[in-house]
T-cell receptor
Framework: GNSVTQMEGPVTLSEEAFLTINCTYT??????LFWYVQYPGEGLQLLLK?????DKGSNKGFEATYRKETTSFHLEKGSVQVSDSAVYFC?????????????FGGGTRLMVKP | DAMVIQNPRYQVTQFGKPVTLSCSQT?????MYWYQQKSSQAPKLLFH???????NEADTPDNFQSRRPNTSFCFLDIRSPGLGDAAMYLC?????????????FGDGTRLSIL
């Protein structure tokens, strides 16, 4: 079956620090990969996505590259801000499924201090 | 802007008193999903509709039911809420072609049980 593993949090950084949140996956097909962000009290927002190997998704200064050889999709940002404090979920969607079923990682809480 | 709207944002009900949560979408997506999320854990899929076809997850309690009267609306009914059902409930939508597209989430309804 499909699974997603991401680093446990919380991750605490100072403002302007470099961020990496690791995500690895196992899948039987050819998945699309996503990062979702959840701010306190809100739903999940799509942060970025990649649909095939070597694709790089990017948004709001965040980046992640679909690495098929290492089955990874690590999230990076060069300089975090206090407003980036949130929970980040890595997820995959298997092309073999109808309905774009998502498999989520456990989530990583990021706390950025001024 | 096209979006997924959940009402209400906060719902309080009494132990054992039926409650209905609602979700509407302007994206005209085929698929609508209901998730339960506790304490910033990964969302847990309860069920989804592919058009009018209802798909229940194997471990979703019988206490949870859903209705989709048309493309735009979907409801989550909890027949006899217990204390363990207090959670954030998230609605999401996606197109039905298969795994390339993301799911789009609403802001959620936080359910409290007295």
């Amino acid at each position: 079956g499909n699974s997603v593993t991401q680093m446990e949090g919380p991750v605490t950084l100072s403002e302007e620090a470099f961020l990496t949140i690791n995500c690895t996956y196992t899948a039987t097909g050819y998945p699309s990969l996503f990062w979702y962000v959840q701010y306190p009290g809100e739903g999940l927002q799509l942060l970025l996505k990649a649909t095939k190997a070597d694709d790089k998704g990017s948004n709001k200064g965040f980046e992640a590259t679909y690495r098929k050889e290492t089955t990874s999709f690590h999230l990076e940002k060069g300089s975090v801000q206090v407003s980036d404090s949130a929970v980040y979920f890595c997820a995959l969607s298997d092309h073999n499924n109808a309905g774009n079923m998502l498999t989520f990682g456990g989530g990583t809480r990021l706390m950025v201090k001024p | 802007d096209a979006m997924v709207i959940q009402n209400p944002r906060y719902q309080v009900t009494q132990f054992g008193k039926p409650v209905t949560l609602s979700c509407s979408q302007t994206l005209n997506h085929n698929v609508m999903y209901w998730y339960q999320q506790k304490s910033s854990q990964a969302p847990k899929l309860l069920f989804h509709y592919y058009d009018k076809d209802f798909n229940n997850e194997a471990d979703t309690p019988d206490n949870f039911q859903s209705r989709r009267p048309n493309t735009s609306f979907c409801f989550l009914d909890i027949r006899s809420p217990g204390l363990g059902d207090a959670a954030m409930y998230l609605c999401a939508t996606s197109r039905g072609q298969g795994g390339t597209g993301p799911q789009h989430f609403g802001d959620g309804t936080r359910l409290s049980i007295l």
